[in-house]
C-alpha cells in the first residue's frame, strides 16, 4: 500500500511559477515510477509527467520546457516544477505512483488545485 500526500497548489499570475510536492509512504520500495496528472472541469485527466525509478523523465508536449519533475534521494518525495505558467495550466494536479504491487496498478494523491489567472 502506498499513500500519497500533496502540497503547493495555489493561485498564481500567468507567467509565475509554483513547485508541487508529493510525499509517498508505506510500502514505496515497490513504486516503479511516479508522475503527475491534471484534469481540468469538462476535459478528460491527463498524465502531464513521469519519472522512472532509474530516473528518467517524459512530458505531455503542452509543458515540455516549462514543467520539470524530480524526485529526492531517498526516492520518497516527488516535485513538479512549473514555470511560464499559462492559464490553460490550470487543473487539479493529482499525484500518482505506479507499482505492479497496488490494485490497479497505482495509487492516487487527494489532487492539489492550480489556478493560473491573466
Known sequence: QVQLVESGGGLVQAGGSLRLSCAASGSIFSIDSM????QAPGKQRELVAAITSG???????????????????AKNTVYLQMNSLKPEDTAVYYCVA???YLVGGRSWGQGTQVTVSS
Open 35 to 38: 508522475g503527475w496528472y491534471r
Open 55 to 73: 530516473g528518467s523523465t517524459n512530458y505531455v508536449d503542452s509543458v515540455k520546457g516549462r514543467f520539470t519533475i524530480s524526485r529526492d534521494n
Open 98 to 100: 505506479f507499482s505492479d
